[in-house]
């Protein structure tokens, strides 16, 4: 009896050369503060999604290679980091209610004293 491959649904996608560009650039984006991991890698791993990710790369990786688009050290490399100094304000944390609470009962107490 022959096992049964079972194949998965796939989807064309036509590309210029330019948006095989833009693609590549997009999954090669580094992040700081080590600069170790891609920001495409980053999301796989958060979504549990590593295997796609590396089979997805390697099909854009054959296809660039096919097209003359450089990859590795002919590419350009890019790292999402801060392009300027960050606003910092500082604010009032609300306080818990039963703190708040606890406030009133101590004020009602001081005005029954009186």
């Keep these: 009896m022959k096992r049964a491959i ?13 948006e095989l560009v833009h693609l ?20 796989a791993d958060l979504e549990g999604r590593s ?19 450089p990859l590795g050290d002919e590419a350009p490399d890019y790292i999402v980091a801060p392009s300027s100094t960050p606003t910092i304000s500082v604010f009032q944390i609300a306080s ?9 009962e101590e004020v009602s107490f001081i005005k029954s004293e009186q």
């Design 6 to 18: 079972k194949r998965r649904k796939t989807y064309d996608i036509r590309l210029t050369k330019m």
């Design 96 to 104: 818990e209610p039963q703190e708040e609470e606890e406030d009133q």
């Design 24 to 43: 590549r650039d997009l999954f090669s984006v580094l992040l700081p503060p080590t600069a170790e991991k891609t920001m495409s890698q980053a999301l």
């Design 51 to 69: 295997l796609v990710e590396t089979i997805l790369w390697k099909k854009i990786t054959e296809i660039a290679e096919i097209a003359g688009v």
